[in-house]
């Protein structure tokens, strides 16, 4: 059942601590940038961006002055080498940035930018926000434990994001939904369901429909839908415990609907069990570099105590498991739910 859950209006932005550095330059992640997030903000103008139903879209496309528009066309395409190619220079005659978008709304106030060939003008985005540590926690999180593998990059306060391509989880439900066969609709249920656990275990807030997108793949005679997570800004921040699960979000109320209407109780248990086993075999695979991640947000700080204690009660009363009531910090109890689910994995195979 949808809910009308409040989350906090303003979550602040935590610095990325020496420990996580650290973490990110063992893995790749960290790299000297050309531009950064500040260099962005000193636009001059900006007009308002339309949808094609001349609806406001939130972001304001943004121009600089033209003794600095050269200097940073030429720095987003560095930084779009360093992202998607080896960082050398022999692309970036090939590219153009098309725009440079500013958005206003939410706490990261990103700014996208469109990057196009201009050998047959493909084209495609990336982000530059400020660098926030609990929201690259949750795309790490997300890079090991969900389907998918993402691609940033962090230079000191700011943070690169490649753009995750898919239809945007509030126009699908309102334009496409109803359109679905009955065995399109079934399909989507139970990928709601298994995103609903996956977004629950890994304690990533906020999924309500504008934040992640539905990715539909051709799959011999039929479509195949998916669900990414696109929006990591609320990863183990907020205290009560529904809102790392997307079924309480009243945003997503068709989609509850549609999983009581087409899948059995008893395969709803089904699926948040094979969500369970296979998050618990990732984390195997990922042995050492989730448990150097656990590590350093155990000793992070990305909450405040209220959220902390008041998410630790909640999860303790779901789970009867002592080891929530002794967490001392956010990254603590995401280390002891991952624990849990492993641990539960591990009983059953163990005793076939």
Same mark, same amino acid.
Not at 14 to 23: G, I, T
Not at 39 to 66: A, P
Not at 98 to 109: E, P, W
Not at 239 to 255: A, C, D, H, R, V
């Given at each position: 059942?949808?809910?009308?859950?409040?989350?906090?209006?303003?979550?602040?932005?935590?610095?990325?601590?020496?420990?996580l550095d650290a973490y990110l330059e063992s893995y790749n992640?960290?790299?000297?940038?050309?531009?950064?997030?500040?260099?962005?903000?000193?636009?001059?103008?900006?007009?308002?961006?339309?949808?094609?139903?001349?609806?406001?879209?939130?972001?304001?496309?943004?121009?600089?002055?033209?003794?600095?528009?050269?200097?940073?066309?030429?720095?987003?395409?560095?930084?779009?080498?360093?992202?998607?190619?080896?960082?050398?220079?022999?692309?970036?005659?090939?590219?153009?940035?098309?725009?440079?978008?500013?958005?206003?709304?939410?706490?990261?106030?990103?700014?996208?930018?469109?990057?196009?060939?201009?050998?047959?003008?493909?084209?495609t985005y990336f982000y530059v926000k400020k660098a926030d540590?609990?929201?690259?926690?949750?795309?790490?999180?997300?890079?090991?434990?969900?389907?998918?593998?993402?691609?940033?990059?962090?230079?000191?306060?700011?943070?690169?994001?490649?753009?995750?391509?898919?239809?945007?989880?509030?126009?699908?439900?309102?334009?496409?939904?109803?359109?679905?066969?009955?065995?399109?609709?079934?399909?989507?249920?139970?990928?709601?369901?298994?995103?609903?656990?996956?977004?629950?275990?890994?304690?990533?807030?906020?999924?309500?429909?504008?934040?992640?997108?539905?990715?539909?793949?051709?799959?011999?005679?039929?479509?195949?839908?998916? #669900?990414? /997570?696109?929006?990591?800004?609320? @990863? !183990?921040? %907020?205290?009560?415990?529904?809102? $790392?699960?997307? +079924?309480?979000?009243?945003?997503?109320?068709?989609?509850?609907?549609?999983?009581?209407?087409?899948?059995?109780?008893?395969?709803?248990?089904?699926?948040?069990?094979?969500?369970?086993?296979?998050?618990?075999?990732?984390?195997?695979?990922?042995?050492?570099? #989730?448990? /150097?991640?656990?590590?350093?947000? @155990? !000793?992070? %700080?990305?909450?405040?105590?209220? $959220?902390?204690? +008041?998410?630790?009660?909640?999860?303790?009363?779901?789970?009867?498991?002592?080891?929530?009531?002794?967490?001392?910090?956010?990254?603590?109890?995401?280390?002891?739910?991952?624990?849990?689910?492993?641990?539960n994995y591990e009983n059953v195979t163990t005793k076939r």
């Amino acid at each position: 059942m949808a809910d009308d859950i409040k989350i906090s209006k303003k979550k602040p932005t935590y610095p990325v601590s020496d420990k996580l550095d650290a973490y990110l330059e063992s893995y790749n992640r960290n790299i000297d940038l050309p531009i950064v997030y500040s260099d962005l903000l000193r636009f001059q103008g900006s007009i308002v961006v339309y949808d094609d139903n001349d609806e406001d879209t939130l972001w304001i496309r943004v121009y600089y002055s033209d003794s600095d528009r050269d200097e940073i066309d030429f720095s987003l395409k560095k930084v779009y080498s360093d992202l998607v190619s080896d960082g050398g220079d022999w692309i970036l005659k090939y590219l153009n940035v098309d725009a440079i978008d500013y958005c206003t709304f939410g706490n990261s106030k990103p700014f996208r930018i469109k990057v196009r060939n201009i050998l047959n003008d493909n084209y495609t985005y990336f982000y530059v926000k400020k660098a926030d540590a609990s929201r690259i926690y949750g795309l790490e999180l997300e890079h090991m434990l969900s389907p998918h593998n993402l691609n940033f990059l962090v230079c000191k306060d700011t943070l690169i994001e490649e753009h995750i391509a898919g239809i945007p989880g509030d126009e699908f439900i309102k334009n496409s939904l109803d359109e679905r066969t009955d065995s399109e609709k079934a399909q989507i249920a139970k990928e709601f369901i298994k995103f609903n656990e996956r977004c629950t275990i890994r304690l990533l807030g906020d999924m309500r429909s504008y934040n992640y997108v539905i990715v539909p793949i051709h799959d011999f005679d039929q479509v195949v839908f998916k #669900i990414r /997570a696109i929006d990591f800004d609320q @990863q !183990s921040y %907020e205290g009560n415990l529904k809102i $790392y699960m997307p +079924q309480f979000f009243k945003e997503n109320y068709k989609m509850v609907q549609m999983v009581q209407s087409k899948i059995q109780e008893e395969s709803i248990e089904q699926y948040k069990l094979e969500e369970r086993s296979i998050v618990a075999k990732r984390m195997i695979s990922n042995k050492t570099r #989730i448990n /150097a991640l656990l590590d350093c947000m @155990q !000793s992070d %700080e990305i909450s405040i105590n209220k $959220y902390r204690d +008041q998410l630790k009660e909640e999860i303790y009363n779901y789970s009867l498991d002592k080891n929530f009531r002794q967490s001392k910090s956010m990254g603590e109890i995401v280390k002891n739910i991952l624990d849990f689910v492993k641990r539960n994995y591990e009983n059953v195979t163990t005793k076939r």
